[in-house]
Every structure is written in C-alpha cells, then in structure tokens.
C-alpha cells in the first residue's frame, strides 16, 4: 500500500469498530490516561477531545469533573454515532463533527484540551498548524494534553512495540502518520507552549503537552 497517500481509515465502519473491540487491550494506555488525568485540574469547566472516537477520554475526565462541559470532535461517522450514545441525554457534552485535516472551528476558548491517538492520522505540517490552532484555543493557563502513537527511534524499537500489540507490519493502521516525540515537543515550544515535556512514555505511547500562558 502507497503510504503517502493520504488516507484515513477510520472513514470506514469496519476500521472505527476494530479499534474499539481492542481499545481496552493496548498495553500500558491506562497508565499513560492515569497521568493525563492527574495532569488535568479537577477544576477543568471546558474541555475539548480531538478525535475522540467513542468518547472514552472525555469520559474518563468527567468522572472526577461531573461539573466540567465538554466537546468531543471526530470525523468518523461510526465513532460520532458511539460518542453520541455514549453521551447520550448528557446536556453537557457536545458531540462535533469536524476533520481535523482542516482547521479547527472557532469553538471558543477551553481550559484544557486532551487528545488521545488520533493526531498521528494528520500530517506533520498539519500536526503543527494544529498545535497552533490548540494554542490559540487555550484561555491563559489552559493545559493541552495528547496521549499519542509516535514513532519509534529505531526500526528494532519499532518491532518490538508491534510485537508487544500482537500485530505484524502488515496489520499496521496505513493512516498512521508517526513522529517522534522530541519533534512535536519542539513544536509545541516554539509555537510559545510552557511545561512543554514528555510526561510519560511506553515505546511508541506517549503522553506531552504543555501549558498556555
Ligand atoms: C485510535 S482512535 C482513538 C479514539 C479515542 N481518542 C480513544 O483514545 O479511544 C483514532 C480516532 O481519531 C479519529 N480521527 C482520525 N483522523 C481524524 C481526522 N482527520 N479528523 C478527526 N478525527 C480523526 C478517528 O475517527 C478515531 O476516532
């Protein structure tokens, strides 16, 4: 498969629901959500989820912040519609339907926006232009948080993260787009990003971020 082409199979009914069958099975993405959730103020009143899938970070976050409101946004008709289910009568949650290949719609401004395996299915020019539109989202002190998949420094790293998944090269999701995590660090801190760090990481799992001033 031609892997600069730029395609994103999450489209697709059956890739959405194949991730979500596994999603509880990837190893150590617990721990990388613990940290994300203790990095995140209990006092949080407006969060933004890019690429949400079926809603489970945002949901994750809610349970210590049943005050906070909510925007979970993704592009996959099937993933909308378990989002949608699962916050279902929930008034505080809104559920957007948005391409992150294209810029952010004006939402307003968040406290914290969280992002969990999903920007890795962007560009990297995209990846960055985003990481600015995150920024400019932020209010002063708002916190931005991705839980990510990112590239493995080394082939035989690479290989022992898919072995550690129990797939092969080619089970490989052809969408993923993977950077390392110093890349996008230096990203972040260039775009005027502070606390700009790597927060946790397990192989190609890693948790950054950092803060808006
Ligand atoms: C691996 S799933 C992760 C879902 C969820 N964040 C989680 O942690 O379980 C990747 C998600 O990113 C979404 N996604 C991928 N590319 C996207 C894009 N260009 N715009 C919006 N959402 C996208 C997919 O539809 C999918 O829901």
């Known amino acids: 498969m031609n892997r600069t082409l730029s395609l994103n199979e999450y489209a697709t009914p059956e890739h959405a629901l194949k991730y979500l069958a596994r999603a509880d099975g990837i190893p150590h993405r617990t721990e990388g959500e613990g940290v994300l959730l203790d990095f995140i103020p209990k006092s949080a009143r407006r969060i933004l989820d890019l690429g949400t899938g079926d809603g489970r970070l945002l949901a994750l976050l809610r349970l210590d912040r049943p005050d ?4 979970a946004l993704d592009m996959s008709p099937t993933m ?3 989002a949608r289910e699962r916050f279902r009568g ?3 949650v809104g559920v957007i339907e948005h391409n992150l290949d294209v810029p952010l719609p004006d939402l307003g401004h968040f406290d914290v926006i ?4 999903a920007i890795h299915h962007c560009t ?3 990846k960055r232009a985003l990481y600015s539109e995150i920024h400019a989202a932020l209010e ?3 916190i931005f948080c991705n839980l990510e998949h990112v590239s493995s420094a080394t082939g035989n790293l690479h290989a022992r993260f898919l072995h550690a998944l129990g797939i092969t090269e080619a089970d490989e999701d052809p969408s993923n787009k993977l950077t390392s995590v110093e890349l996008q660090m230096r990203w972040l801190r260039g775009i005027g990003f502070e ?3 790597c927060y946790w990481k397990w192989l190609e799992l890693a ?3 950092g803060v808006r001033r």
């Open 195 to 197: 606390e700009v760090d």
């Open 90 to 92: 929930n008034e505080q």
């Open 80 to 82: 909308l519609a378990a």
């Open 114 to 117: 969280v992002s969990s395996l």
């Open 68 to 71: 906070a409101r909510g925007i």
């Open 140 to 142: 002063p002190g708002g």
């Open 207 to 209: 948790l950054f971020g």
């Open 124 to 126: 990297d020019d995209r």
